[in-house]
């Protein structure tokens, strides 16, 4: 035990389940529980929406709501509730000293603009003068037809008043290993005491489904686990919205103003195999290694996605361990792209300080989970690309 160890402090989750950590635990404890499911708005497609949201609780301003669409509104709430729950926000000493490490995607599009531009581009040959048109009377200034990804961590900090250093990263799951990497990097090194952590994804828009489309990736047809859509029509993929936000600190920190820890934040290891050259079976073991796993059961928190390679693949990993009992949040929430990663070490941070497993998500494939978890492993192996995994310890 070090005085520079990462431990978690502040939770803050939203998903279709609804709004932070306890109302997900007691959810995700229930066996047999059924996940919120849209399947008409976005057919062929399914979805996991969002729940109805009382935006004032985190964002008081109607001015900040109103010029941040879904996503950033998901993120800052989400990030609100973690500062809550870590008992910072308002808190001006701890608040303007805090860092930040945002997990996030392009934003999105404005889907009327670009109908408008496309409709407009029928009857008109000169369209880069259209186009120039149509982006200085149509939008923002600040904006492009989908919004910057740094603008999350811009509106936390003006809503939450989160004024320290503040980095942004993007690329799907890989955004939210990297986030939680270098915020436990941060922390352990002595550069930064207590940091803010997370992502937000809004699945309910369509550009957001294209993103995953163009390649294939959507599951189609009705809702299955998601450890059984191999061989099913479509790519694998059930997103969902949400949203999920840690405090990290040191432990020293944390002990030093009172507050409670949920866990302990251990190795957090990330990779990016080439896929196509088969690399990724290589590389899931290789990640188990270096993570550094205890003897005897281990109950897994797995970001597992649907897509069939990956998914595959990393279900292959697991197996090959008769000690891990994997549970796939994913069949309950959804894939949540930058915020999935972060999503599943707030659940394994919560099975940890509560001393109790969950149940199997999906009782035809999962193994049951006997004793009490002190160590929890969480993993996000990307749907596309990039791998990452944490091991989280009892405080």
Not at 72 to 88: E, F, K, N, P, V
Not at 146 to 173: D, P, Y
Request: proline share 4%; charged share 20%.
């Amino acid at each position: 035990m070090s005085s520079h160890d990462v431990v978690i402090s502040g939770i803050g989750l939203v998903s279709s389940l609804g709004e932070g950590p306890d109302a997900h635990w007691r959810k995700l404890v229930q066996p047999g529980l059924e996940p919120v499911l849209e399947a008409a708005r976005f057919s062929p497609y399914t979805v996991h929406p969002l729940p109805e949201i009382d935006w004032n609780l985190q964002i008081a301003k109607r001015g900040d709501q109103r010029q941040m669409e879904t996503w950033q509104r998901l993120g800052t709430y989400a990030a609100g509730m973690a500062l809550d729950d870590a008992g910072i926000k308002g808190n001006d000493d701890l608040c303007t000293t805090m860092d930040m490490v945002v997990a996030a995607g392009g934003g999105e599009r404005d889907e009327a603009v670009d109908a408008d531009i496309l409709a407009a581009s029928e009857s008109r040959n000169d369209r880069d003068v259209l186009l120039n048109e149509k982006l200085t009377t149509e939008l923002r200034p600040t904006l492009f037809l989908a919004q910057l990804s740094n603008l999350l961590a811009g509106n936390i900090s003006i809503v939450h008043k989160v004024t320290g250093s503040s980095r942004t990263f993007m690329g799907e799951e890989g955004a939210g290993v990297a986030a939680v990497e270098t915020a436990a990097a941060r922390i352990r090194s002595g550069q930064s005491t207590h940091i803010l952590v997370g992502g937000a994804f809004q699945t309910e828009h369509s550009d957001m489904l294209l993103g995953y489309e163009l390649a294939g990736y959507l599951h189609r047809g009705p809702w299955r686990p998601v450890w059984q859509r191999q061989g099913l029509d479509g790519g694998g993929v059930v997103t969902g919205s949400g949203g999920a936000f840690l405090v990290l600190e040191q432990r020293e920190h944390a002990i030093s103003r009172g507050r409670k820890i949920y866990a302990e934040l251990g190795p957090v290891v990330s990779g990016r195999a080439i896929r196509r050259q088969g690399e990724l079976d290589a590389e899931i073991a290789a990640l188990l290694s270096q993570a550094a796993l205890p003897n005897g059961e281990l109950l897994t928190i797995s970001g597992a996605s649907g897509a069939h390679a990956a998914t595959a693949a990393e279900r292959s990993a697991l197996d090959a361990n008769p000690a891990i009992a994997a549970r796939g949040f994913s069949t309950l929430t959804g894939h949540m792209k930058e915020a999935q990663f972060p999503f599943a070490v707030a659940l394994a941070a919560l099975a940890v300080e509560r001393k109790a497993a969950y149940p199997a998500f999906d009782a035809a494939t999962e193994k049951p989970f006997n004793g009490i978890p002190r160590t929890v492993l969480a993993t996000a192996i990307g749907y596309h690309q990039f791998e990452g995994m944490a091991l989280v310890n009892a405080a």
